[in-house]
């Protein structure tokens, strides 16, 4: 409407059309996430645009929603449709992008022989330990304890979550065999004050006398001497250059002396 000077009026019409924003549903989806790791976030209203206020915690693949945890933080994910008429309508969601943990090293021996046990351990605490080869070596889930089985190697894995977040250290354990020593030979028995000699095919050992009241031995020939009647278990004992022990046994009589009027 105008009027001009001289109080005359005139007026031009239009017609303006006010467009509905689009409705938009709720985002949903799991929105935590580690670091590294995806989650798919959806919206049942097809047709929008996935944004992230953040792409140094989180980014969203723009078509597809699905979030990538890139450091710890949190991001607000944005989806916004827009309808043919230009007009939009945003919906957002809170996603937390959760630490992976630090794992400190795995310290301990890791060599141990085949029916032995050597204890690992690490300076982060609440984590699982697991062996990727238990025909070889067995480990205690909450202690580290390591078992020898068999010879061969496993690795042992320390796994640690935290927030739904995991990460591990790993070692590599070596089982030594133990040494195969063949049975003890010679005569098991003496005379009280006589000897006898003992022998074994795999050199280097080391004998021992269970009763030396009854039988001592000589620790590097195997020469046992009778003390007086009785028995003594003899025992050889093997360390091979893994320091890992085998021993044998065999039993001694020692017969006494006649006795002569």
């Known amino acids: 409407t105008y009027t001009n000077s001289n109080g005359c009026v005139s007026s031009v019409t239009t017609t303006?059309?006010?467009?509905?924003?689009?409705?938009?549903?709720?985002?949903?989806?799991?929105?935590?996430?580690?670091?590294?790791?995806?989650t798919a976030l959806a919206d049942v209203t097809s047709g929008g645009v996935w944004t992230s206020s953040n792409t140094a915690t989180a980014t969203v693949n723009a078509s597809t929603g699905v979030v990538t945890g890139v450091a710890a933080g949190s991001a607000t994910i944005t989806y916004t449709v827009t309808s043919i008429n230009g007009c939009s309508t945003s919906v957002t969601t809170t996603v937390t992008v959760n630490a992976i943990p630090v794992v400190a090293a795995i310290s301990g021996t890791t060599e141990v022989c085949a029916g032995s046990t050597t204890s690992l351990t690490s300076a982060t605490t609440g984590g699982t330990w697991s062996s990727s080869n238990t025909a070889v070596a067995t480990v205690n889930a909450s202690t580290g304890v390591v078992t020898g089985v068999a010879a061969g190697s496993a690795t042992i894995t320390y796994t640690v979550t935290t927030n739904g977040c995991t990460s591990n250290a790993q070692a590599t354990v070596?089982?030594?065999?133990?040494?195969?020593?063949?049975?003890?030979g010679g005569t098991t028995n003496a005379c009280v004050g006589s000897t006898t000699t003992l022998t074994n095919t795999t050199s280097g050992g080391v004998w021992t006398s269970s009763a030396t009241a009854v039988a001592t031995v000589n620790t590097i020939t195997g020469t046992v001497t009778g003390v007086s009647a009785g028995t003594s278990t003899i025992t050889y004992t093997y360390t091979n250059s893994n320091g890992c022990v085998s021993s044998v046994t065999t039993t001694v009589t020692i017969n006494a002396l006649p006795t002569v009027a």
């Open 16 to 38: 303006v059309t006010i467009n509905a924003l689009p409705t938009v549903a709720a985002i949903t989806g799991t929105t935590s996430v580690c670091e590294g790791a995806t």
């Open 174 to 184: 070596t089982v030594n065999a133990l040494p195969v020593l063949a049975s003890i």
